[in-house]
């Protein structure tokens, strides 16, 4: 039992870490095999700030994809700003460099976590790899691609369609008419998708 123990900076490994119960004597036992996982769901069950900040994250974190070129900044950051007019958290991920194996994995952490993705595909490079490990393991996480319309979308696009979680793409005319369309193009749908309320 490791229940009251405070085990913070331990140093060395222990010589088990199987059936580490974390709850008090008189209760049902709860057992896990990690004492990082044992000291996280203990917080979990009984931390009610814990429990907001998670609700919080998944309910309100809307994780936006993009190429953060001088041109197209303006436009990520009007979106982000109209999100958080609608008491959204976004989270602006920037492909302005290379990807790397750091960052596939730290856009799949984020996308786990996120009510749902903005991938702004104008201009797309990194985009698209960033998607491969976003889309296939995230069924409950709608997609929404956004597209300037003088573009089209990427070859391998395609393979994102069979996902029906991913929608259908908005093309856009300039950032006004994006702006003004947001709401109903893009926000709109994707809450409908997480909420159930609708097919692709």
Known sequence: MIFGAAVWSVTGTPLSHRNLVITPP??????????????????????????????????????ILGRFTSERKKILDAIRDELRKRDYMPVLFDFDKPSNKTTFETVSTLAHMARFVIAYLTDAKSVLQELQGVVPSNPSVPIQPVLLNSQ????????????????????????DELMAALAEKVIGPEEAKATGQTGR
């Open 26 to 63: 008189g209760e049902p036992q709860i057992t896990v095999d990690n004492l990082e996982v044992a000291q996280f769901i203990y917080l979990l069950l009984n931390n009610q700030n814990i429990r907001h900040i998670i609700d919080t994250i998944t309910t309100k974190v809307v994780l």
């Open 152 to 175: 089209t979308e990427p070859g391998m696009f395609d393979f994102f369609r069979m996902y029906p979680w991913v929608l259908k793409t908005h093309f856009y005319e300039d950032q």
